[in-house]
């Protein structure tokens, strides 16, 4: 399946005899796009989008979002089956190859990933380099960013194998980096990977165990991690995604480029939410002050946010915010936690968002961080570590995203224009002379 002409679109210059006939492309779902890569060799003008919200960046086949339904597809699969009824092992190879995989291509798969999970043994030393309290995303962007000097033999990004090779190393590799960074933090002994661990089960045992004693990871959890990275797995062209195919659109090597999408996410505007959302739960305490708090958002003048509300594409509620909310009843349940004040004031943060006119005129609904900083809390994690979770799951889908883009007989550099209104030509003046 491919994008198909669908008629076309003429613009004419006001003013003038000028016009350009621009495509219309079909893709399999989602509204036509007007190709409008000749608008300023027909027009000699540029099209303007600040943050994008009309521009298709690029064709994909992974992942689909309809906002206004509330629908998120990976590879056609609906979010709630693959929840349901996959793990993150073989939702990664679907992202990755397109199809779900056999038995035979699972196990090929698993034992591939779960294979590459130990580190070079010099990056050990490479953690020493930073402060002790360093935020896990910090370790992140340096760790992964670092591989590609220590895996000189993929970095040929024109060699399939080489990409190939890379993908499992990023996506092996990820999990044991976070964990360590959790574990530099506190001092701990860094602990090795044990591939006969299932992935998310694997990431628990790293993140939770010493060597002073046996550790079992409970299978409850490992299932509530797995869930939790199918649904963070990948999310089509976000910042993020977008900043590793841009960074990937120059040929940089894609350790460097994932290690670029990190740096993306961390911005509490997109990844860094989850942590967001913990700091604002503690802020407001209480179910009685949630009232004041909205006030404070609404009011434009403050800058205050709801953090975990609201998304560029869904103008409906998150798919993945429905199946993380009742993820976070069972994982408490399964817990033993009766009552977590922190659930029962995001609920009823929620109920009263949802009633109220500034958030439904705005159509903003829960997104996917909304609760999941209440289920990573319940399991353990210490806030720091949210985004380094949502990075790990994450690396599959960039990398998938820039496996496509290098493949893309299309592809170029990514180079936006922009709309300058900075001073017109002048002539340098000599210090001596400036008033
Ligand atoms: N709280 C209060 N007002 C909001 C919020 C919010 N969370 N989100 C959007 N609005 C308002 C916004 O001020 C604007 O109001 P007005 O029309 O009066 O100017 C209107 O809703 C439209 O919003 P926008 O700023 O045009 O939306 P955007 O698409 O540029 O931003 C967003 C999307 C996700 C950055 C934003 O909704 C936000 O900052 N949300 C809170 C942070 C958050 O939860 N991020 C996680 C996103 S999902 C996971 C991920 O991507 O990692």
């Known amino acids: 399946m491919s994008a198909t002409a669908n008629g076309s679109l003429t613009i004419t210059l006001d003013g003038s005899?000028?016009?350009?006939?621009?495509?219309?492309?079909?893709?399999?779902?989602?509204?036509?796009?007007a190709d409008i890569r000749k608008i300023y060799n027909d027009l000699g003008i540029f099209t303007f989008d600040p943050g994008y919200g009309a521009t298709a960046s690029c064709e994909s086949k992974i992942t689909y979002i309809d906002g206004d339904e509330g629908v998120l597809l990976y590879r056609g699969y609906p979010i709630e089956q693959?929840?349901?009824?996959?793990?993150?092992?073989?939702?990664?190879?679907?992202?990755?190859?397109?199809?779900?995989?056999?038995?035979a291509e699972s196990?090929?798969?698993?034992?591939?990933?779960?294979?590459?999970?130990?580190?070079?043994?010099?990056?050990?030393?490479?953690?020493?380099?930073?402060?002790?309290?360093?935020?896990?995303?910090?370790?992140?962007?340096?760790?992964?960013?670092?591989?590609?000097?220590?895996?000189?033999?993929?970095?040929?990004?024109?060699?399939?194998?080489?990409r190939r090779i890379s993908a499992f190393r990023l996506i092996a590799k990820v999990p044991t980096i976070a964990a360590w960074a959790h574990k530099y933090n506190?001092?701990?002994p860094f602990m090795y990977p044990q591939n006969n661990l299932g992935y998310a089960e694997n990431f628990l045992y790293m993140f939770n165990a010493v060597p002073a004693?046996?550790?079992?990871?409970?299978?409850?959890?490992?299932?509530?991690?797995?869930?939790?990275?199918?649904?963070?797995?990948?999310?089509e062209q976000n910042a993020s995604t977008s900043t590793v195919r841009l960074a990937g659109s120059t040929g940089a090597?894609?350790?460097?480029?994932?290690?670029?999408?990190?740096?993306?996410?961390?911005?509490?505007?997109?990844?860094?939410?989850?942590?967001?959302?913990?700091?604002?739960?503690?802020?407001?305490?209480?179910?009685?002050?949630?009232?004041?708090?909205l006030e404070q958002v609404k009011d434009k003048n403050s800058k205050v946010k709801l953090?975990?509300?609201?998304?560029?594409?869904?103008?409906?509620?998150?798919?993945?915010?429905?199946?993380?909310?009742?993820?976070?009843?069972?994982?408490?349940?399964?817990?033993?936690?009766?009552?977590?004040?922190?659930?029962?004031?995001?609920?009823?943060?929620?109920?009263?968002?949802?009633?109220?006119?500034?958030?439904?005129?705005?159509?903003?609904?829960?997104?996917?961080?909304?609760?999941s900083g209440i289920i990573l809390k319940a399991m353990g994690f210490p806030l720091s570590m949210f985004t380094a979770l949502f990075a790990v799951a994450r690396t599959v889908g960039w990398i998938s995203q820039w496996q496509?883009?290098?493949?893309?007989?299309?592809?170029?550099?990514?180079?936006?224009?922009?709309?300058?209104?900075?001073?017109?030509?002048?002539d340098y003046v000599p210090l001596a002379q400036r008033g």
């Open 17 to 33: 005899n000028k016009s350009s006939k621009l495509p219309l492309i079909q893709g399999t779902l989602g509204p036509a796009v």
């Open 82 to 103: 693959l929840a349901e009824k996959s793990t993150f092992l073989e939702v990664a190879y679907l992202l990755l190859n397109g199809e779900l995989p056999t038995t």
């Open 107 to 162: 196990k090929d798969f698993e034992d591939g990933v779960l294979r590459h999970t130990m580190l070079h043994e010099q990056l050990r030393t490479f953690y020493n380099g930073f402060r002790r309290d360093a935020h896990p995303m910090a370790v992140m962007c340096g760790v992964v960013g670092a591989l590609s000097a220590f895996y000189h033999d993929s970095l040929d990004i024109t060699n399939p194998e080489h």
């Open 186 to 188: 506190i001092g701990q």
């Open 213 to 235: 004693e046996p550790y079992h990871v409970n299978p409850i959890l490992a299932r509530a991690m797995d869930l939790i990275m199918i649904l963070h797995a990948d999310h």
């Open 253 to 293: 090597n894609p350790f460097a480029c994932i290690a670029a999408g990190i740096a993306s996410l961390w911005g509490p505007s997109h990844g860094g939410a989850n942590e967001a959302v913990l700091h604002m739960l503690g802020e407001i305490g209480h179910v009685k002050n949630i009232p004041t708090f």
């Open 307 to 371: 953090m975990g509300f609201g998304h560029r594409v869904y103008k409906n509620y998150d798919p993945r915010a429905k199946i993380m909310q009742a993820t976070c009843h069972q994982v408490l349940r399964e817990l033993g936690i009766k009552d977590d004040p922190l659930l029962d004031l995001a609920i009823e943060l929620e109920k009263i968002a949802l009633n109220d006119r500034y958030f439904v005129d705005r159509k903003l609904y829960p997104n996917v961080d909304f609760y």
């Open 404 to 426: 496509e883009m290098i493949e893309d007989p299309e592809q170029r550099i990514g180079r936006p224009r922009q709309i300058y209104t900075g001073a017109a030509k002048r």
